[in-house]
């Protein structure tokens, strides 16, 4: 069955770096589109990356472009999000997803806490 | 970017009741293959969101039917034939027709 594990968040202050992987199973990983989207406490869903098959595309949303970085390893079946310069209101729970004409599978998430 | 717009946000229900949410969105979500990749997802209090409805009225395997999907073009509706306890979550639709998909806000679906 599809699984998508996220690993590497934590507790980092203002300005830090930290770098998020996604381990996805149970499907043919090269043929998908893959995404970052994080969800603030309490609050709604936001898209802030995604990567097409073959690494063709990418995408950032607006307020984190120049920061994060995303990208693949299609022989290692993983997603990554390299985050630097964070701020405190990058603090959310992050989630990978699989696209396929829009989200079908999503991982449990991963916080990232950003305080001093 | 396409802008998804939810009503209600907040929808109390009785046990054994109806429940309807709207989903707008500000573009036309058919595809250039004639598909409509509007979906719905539930999140419920703790966990990550779950896919319940693919391409406006399809059932993701293990949904309960009484969970259904209607709607085309750009108006769009997830009813509840009987809201049951374990219902209780957030209620999410997703466009997956245009590039970045985009989110409705979500409608908080809770027992009176």
């Known amino acids: 069955q599809v699984q998508l594990v996220e690993s590497g968040g934590g507790l980092v202050k203002p300005g830090g770096s930290l770098r998020l992987s996604c381990a996805a199973s149970g499907f043919t990983f090269s043929d998908y589109y893959m995404g970052w989207i994080r969800q603030a406490p309490g609050k709604g869903l936001e898209w802030i990356s995604y990567i097409t098959s073959s690494s063709r595309t990418i995408y950032y949303t607006d307020s984190v472009k120049g920061r994060f970085t995303i990208s693949r390893d299609d022989a290692k079946n993983s997603l990554y999000l390299q985050m630097n310069s964070l701020r405190a209101e990058d603090t959310a729970v992050y989630f990978c997803v699989r696209d396929a004409y829009g989200l079908d599978y999503w991982g449990q998430g991963t916080l990232v806490t950003v305080s001093s | 970017d396409v802008v998804m717009t939810q009503s209600p946000l907040s929808l109390p229900v009785t046990l054994g009741q109806p429940a309807s949410i709207s989903c707008r969105s500000s573009?036309?979500?058919?595809?250039?293959?004639?598909?409509?990749?509007l979906n719905w997802f539930q999140q419920r209090p703790g966990q990550s969101p779950r896919r319940l409805i693919y391409k406006v009225s399809n059932r993701d395997s293990g949904v309960p039917d009484r969970f259904s999907g209607s709607g085309s073009g750009t108006d769009f509706t997830l009813r509840i034939s009987r809201v049951e306890a374990e219902d209780v979550g957030v209620y999410y639709c997703?466009?997956?027709?245009?590039?970045?998909?985009?989110f409705g806000q979500g409608t908080k679906v809770e027992i009176k």
């Open positions: 573009q036309s979500l058919v595809y250039s293959d004639g598909n409509t990749y």
């Open positions: 997703v466009q997956g027709t245009h590039w970045p998909r985009t």
